[in-house]
């Protein structure tokens, strides 16, 4: 209803109106939110729209995916790789609920994502119109906001406050609907940005004496330690993270979502926590007397078993948002506000430390996972390629430059743990959600918003196909990704599951596979095949090589695990290595 | 922090939008917590609506539950209070023939006794409003329905806290 209220005008702007249609106003807006791509499927509701973005097809790229899902997994890419706000747009009924899975990834992992929708008329609302679904309905629990537009008037105010939202504070995706009338819909339009809105507080004050407690647990700490997350990367805090953990000489570990902030060679980066984590990080854990969360929020992948993790430190978590605060893990000390202020404040009243005895530690158990695990995986010496060697194979060929977009798996993991990075934002992957299939397209996503960087896909043979129509849409607008299919005919992380837990009974787990070059070929992009490890390093030389897009199928052994392994419900200091 | 169960009042100042009380319930539908009951309306403040949530969780629970619901974009802000703490009322009408009123002495003093009141009267039925505690309520419903009770319903829950909850100040703060 009266929500316009809410938005706090900038009264010294100089109001220039003019006459428009509803979906001019929508690519105005999104010209005035600085969008230059778009990813999308056009279809009956939205169609007003479409005839608009061809008008302005030079002032903003749409980008025709395969798939409404295709589109908000490359609209993701978009924002992960570039910090800025992707935007996807889809017509109503299966275009929209298309649109769904890609929002609950971008909600929780925290992606500023707009979704545009169109919709039946207003007068057939809830008449079950043809293509009418509740949109608005359906997103709710999987957006950070959203609203549905039956009037052309509503729009600048609506966008206005759609792009705030998304990328504001702890960001996450908006949906805006809008009726097919409301876009033919003539009116006054002007636009301002938003720059607050009344019941959102995006960034918490940050209490300047929970700062100074931090500093005075840390700086009487004989083994902290710390663990990261994406929060870091959103709140552009990588170097002021970077200067506390150097000062203090603190052992920093980071999440899957956090990976890339700072870089792996870094000799306090102590490698990844979790399931499928390093093995010191994640025993130490239990063996730390202080415990500091930076821009984390202790997913149950992260943690383990909850009654046993951490319960020997005193935990200090910085946080944006107060809802994650006490959720999973009891802090000590929690300190509200944004990462960067925050980490810039702590670095002031930090004592420089040494720490080598804790440090040791962690390099005796790295030495131990070396021995058992990691030697392995990147240096095999039996027959059968492993996914940690094709890893390392192209760490010899990007040298921890390129951007890697990895799919949900086996393969997720060996990427996340052995892939090298030299800046952040290069580790592109959905977290929270496991979304199988988002790879392919978040990295033509990734690749548009910088395109001097090389993108490489690292995907299974499972989830490459769940989007594996993406190609096409790599094929029209050339778009120079790296695929990478890691294939072991398997959904290689259920198997393994399945191997382990359920006494090796692999129900619905076996993958009878195309020929994925020939596919590749077929879309007109380059492709090759590895199954030999003496083709690998020429195969990941061509691909890298290679102008354009390039499909790289490595055949590597069926039935290889990934370790070390937090059981579920184990303890992290329980992590089998075997 | 307390494990055992307690029955909370939940106050929530928000913007007047559509879809917001669907994005609040849906945060104790994903939780699998029943909501005993639920009463909007208009807020002491202008343009601001007042959600008032009755459940009976843990504490531990509750406070989790109070951040998912501050976390929404519209929510002004969320309380939770402990019974001893709020001022409550849930309120009932009872529809009954009305040849009982003059055939069943007994129900005019039941109607006496309970500070009921008669909202109308016609040839064929009255209505019977009770506000009051939920055990007042449910007394008066035992006790009328040994004559017959033609219809029943009853309010959620509506409350006020003892305490001040300060959001004038916090729109101010806004607005400055």
């Known amino acids: ?578 | 922090m307390s494990t055992e169960v307690h029955t909370y009042t939940v106050s929530i100042y928000t913007e007047n939008n559509i879809g917001l009380l669907n994005r609040i319930s849906a945060i104790f539908q994903r939780r699998h917590i029943n909501v005993e009951s639920i009463n909007s309306s208009i807020s002491e403040i202008d343009g601001v609506s007042r959600f008032t949530i009755v459940v009976s969780i843990s504490e531990d629970q509750m406070k989790k539950i109070i951040g998912q619901i501050e976390k929404q974009v519209e929510v002004i802000k969320a309380f939770y209070h402990a019974e001893e703490d709020t001022i409550y009322q849930e309120s009932c009408l009872f529809k009954i023939k009305s040849e009982l009123l003059f055939e069943e002495r007994q129900i005019q003093n039941i109607i006496k006794d309970s500070n009921a009141r008669i909202v109308t009267v016609n040839r064929e039925f009255f209505v019977l409003e009770k506000s009051g505690r939920r055990h007042e309520i449910e007394l008066l419903y035992r006790e009328l329905s040994v004559f017959g009770i033609m219809q029943f319903t009853r309010s959620g829950r509506i409350a006020v806290t003892k305490d001040e909850m300060k959001i004038s100040e916090m729109l101010q703060a806004f607005n400055n």
């Open chain 1, 1 to 578: 209803m009266k929500e316009f209220e809410t938005i706090k005008k900038n009264n010294t702007s100089t109001k220039i109106t003019e006459t428009i249609t509803g979906c001019e106003a929508v690519v105005k807006c999104l010209l005035a939110e600085g969008v230059d791509v778009l990813y999308g499927y056009p279809g009956g509701a939205i169609m007003p729209v479409y005839d608009e973005l061809y008008k302005y097809q030079d002032k903003i790229h749409h980008v025709l995916t395969r798939h409404e899902q295709g589109a908000t997994h490359a609209a993701q890419g978009y924002a992960r790789i570039s910090g800025k706000t992707g935007v996807a747009i889809a017509t109503s009924g299966p275009g929209a609920t298309n649109l769904i899975t890609g929002i609950a990834d971008a909600q929780i992992d925290s992606t500023p994502l707009v979704c545009i929708t169109g919709q039946v008329g207003s007068h057939l609302l809830g008449s079950d119109a043809f293509q009418e679904t509740d949109i608005v309905g359906i997103s709710t629990p999987v957006t950070k906001w959203n609203h549905q537009i039956t009037s052309a008037s509503e729009i600048p105010e609506v966008f206005a406050k759609a792009f705030y939202i998304a990328r504001s504070g702890r960001p996450g995706p908006v949906l805006i609907d809008i009726t097919k009338d409301a876009q033919f819909e003539t009116f006054e339009f002007s636009y301002d940005k938003c720059k607050g809105v009344r019941s959102y507080n995006p960034v918490p004050n940050t209490d300047i004496s929970k700062i100074e407690e931090a500093a005075t647990l840390i700086n009487s700490a004989k083994k902290p330690m710390i663990v990261w997350g994406q929060g870091v990367i959103l709140g552009k805090a990588e170097e002021q993270l970077k200067a506390v953990i150097e000062k203090a000489n603190i052992p920093a570990a980071w999440t899957i979502l956090g990976a890339s902030a700072i870089p792996t060679s870094h000799p306090l980066n102590i490698g990844m926590v979790g399931m499928h984590g390093n093995y010191a990080p994640n025993v130490l854990t239990n063996q730390c007397d202080v415990l500091i969360a930076i821009g984390m929020r202790f997913d149950d992948r992260v943690t383990g078993n909850l009654d046993t993790y951490a319960k020997q430190a005193k935990v200090i978590h910085f946080e944006i948002d107060p809802a994650e605060i006490d959720k999973n893990v009891k802090t000590d000390v929690a300190v509200l506000g944004d990462a960067k202020a925050s980490l810039e404040a702590l670095l002031l009243l930090l004592d420089k430390k040494n720490h080598d005895s804790w440090h040791q530690q962690f390099k005796d158990l790295y030495a131990i996972e070396y021995e058992k695990i990691i030697k392995n995986d990147l240096n095999p010496t039996k027959n059968g390629l492993t996914m940690g060697e094709v890893l390392n194979e192209i760490n010899k060929h990007t040298k921890g430059d390129a951007a890697i977009v990895s799919d949900v798996g086996q393969h997720q993991m060996i990427a996340c743990r052995y892939a090298k990075f030299n800046q952040t934002k290069s580790n592109i992957t959905s977290g929270g959600l496991g979304t199988m299939g988002f790879a392919l397209p978040a990295a033509i996503g990734a690749k548009m918003a910088a395109p001097e960087r090389d993108v490489i896909v690292i995907a299974g043979d499972g989830g490459y196909q769940m989007n594996i129509q993406e190609l096409g849409t790599i094929f029209q607008t050339k778009v120079p990704v790296k695929i990478v299919i890691l294939n072991n005919d398997f959904l290689g992380m259920v198997r393994q599951w399945q191997q382990l837990f359920f006494d090796k009974r692999y129900a619905s787990t076996e993958m009878v596979n195309p020929d994925f070059v020939a596919i590749a070929k077929g879309y007109f992009i380059d492709a090759k095949k590895v199954t030999q490890r003496e083709q690998l390093n020429a195969a990941v030389k061509e691909m890298m090589d290679c102008q354009g897009p390039f499909v790289l199928e490595v055949c590597v052994e069926k039935e290889d695990n990934v370790f070390p392994m937090i059981p579920t419900g184990a303890s992290v200091s329980d992590i089998r290595l075997e």
